[in-house]
């Protein structure tokens, strides 16, 4: 079962690739420079673009070491506390639905 709040990586990553078109390529015209902004774009946070949870590798980078690795390192994700918040209210709302249907 989805939720909404399933969404946010795939939603800030497309934030991200926005950003990016805006920041480094402008405005596309055609349908083809959009495509090919988008390529560029997809190239460069693959290949160039260093992130903090790789320890400033790029997601290359990282790849090439899993691939060649016999135990690959993990890069967890950090504990997001807004979704944990989150859950933990579902759960409670779970429980006191139950014990009121209980009565």
């Not at 399933?6 to 934030?15: C, I, M």
């Not at 899993?66 to 409670?92: C, H, M, S």
């Amino acid at each position: 079962m989805g939720h909404c709040i399933d969404n946010r990586p795939v939603e800030s990553f497309q934030g991200f690739i926005k950003d990016m078109a805006k920041v480094l390529f402008g405005k596309a015209h055609t349908y083809e420079e959009a495509a090919e902004i988008i390529y560029r774009i997809y190239e460069y946070y693959i290949y160039r673009y260093p992130q903090k949870r790789f320890h400033e590798k790029t997601a290359n980078q990282v790849r090439q070491d899993v691939l060649t690795a016999v135990t690959p390192k993990q890069y967890p994700i950090a504990p997001n506390r807004r979704i944990e918040r989150f859950w933990e209210g579902i759960e409670k709302s779970k429980a006191k639905h139950q014990a009121q249907a209980q009565q």
